[in-house]
């Protein structure tokens, strides 16, 4: 699996965007990068996986570089609902999801 | 999106007592589902990979023996954890794999906080 590196924790205010990068420096050519978001005491919530260039959805957008060694959350206009605790993965196919420590969002009124 | 099931949400149990934590796929069969263990400030830890109709795979570490699981259907396992003590006392989550291996997209349940007294 690939080793994944993302900030500890991030501050913001409501209605600005919030954007995460992960490092995934060994990131295989077959891996898809994916993004879970966890409240506490419940369990992680699939938010939005990519495997090149942007995607977007009806909660974030993800963009990844060409060379794909890191990867970027970006969740728009945030509320105070999108504190949490972002995971980054990497992985495909078979492989067992492996939880970094994740990046705690902390958004202030 | 697939809609994970898991139950009881939270139990609290005496020392050597037996718990049996239920995780059901509600629309989507699983031929594989994951069960995690997260302490307090703490990331998620895979405990063991469920397999539909064969034995669990357990990661180094996890006694067998005291967390059984059982993945006799496409949409349910179970996680038991045997003789509980105060130090199995922690946030149990299950994941059911959606099917598509290139993108292994993995929903979660809700978690059971387990406590033993």
């Known amino acids: 699996l690939a080793k994944t590196t993302q900030p500890i924790s991030m501050d913001s205010y409501e209605g600005q965007e919030v954007n995460i990068t992960c490092s995934h420096n060994?990131?295989?050519?077959?891996?898809?990068i994916t993004w879970y978001q966890q409240f506490p005491s419940q369990g992680p919530r699939f938010i939005i996986q990519g495997y090149k260039t942007k995607v977007t959805n009806e909660v974030a957008s993800l963009f990844i570089p060409a060379d794909r060694k890191s990867s970027t959350l970006s969740l728009p206009r945030v509320s105070l609902s999108d504190t949490a605790v972002y995971y980054c993965?990497?992985?495909?196919?078979?492989?067992?999801?492996?939880f970094g420590a994740g990046t705690t969002v902390t958004v202030r009124a | 999106g697939a809609v994970v099931s898991q139950h009881p949400s939270w139990v609290i149990c005496k020392s050597g007592t037996s718990v049996k934590i239920e995780c059901r796929s509600l629309d989507f069969q699983a031929t594989t589902m994951f069960w995690y263990r997260q302490f307090p400030k703490q990331s998620l830890m895979l405990m063991a990979t469920?397999?539909?109709?064969?034995?669990?795979?357990?990661e180094q570490g996890v006694e067998k023996d005291k967390f059984l699981i059982n993945h006799a259907s496409l949409t349910l396992s179970t996680l038991t954890v045997t003789s509980a003590h105060p130090e199995d006392s922690s946030f149990y989550i299950c994941s059911a794999r959606v099917a598509d291996l290139a993108k292994n997209i993995q929903y979660f349940g809700a978690g059971t906080r387990l406590s033993v007294l």
């Open positions: 469920s397999n539909e109709g064969s034995k669990a795979t357990y």
């Open positions: 060994n990131i295989a050519t077959n891996d898809y």
């Open positions: 993965l990497v992985g495909v196919g078979d492989y067992k999801l492996s």
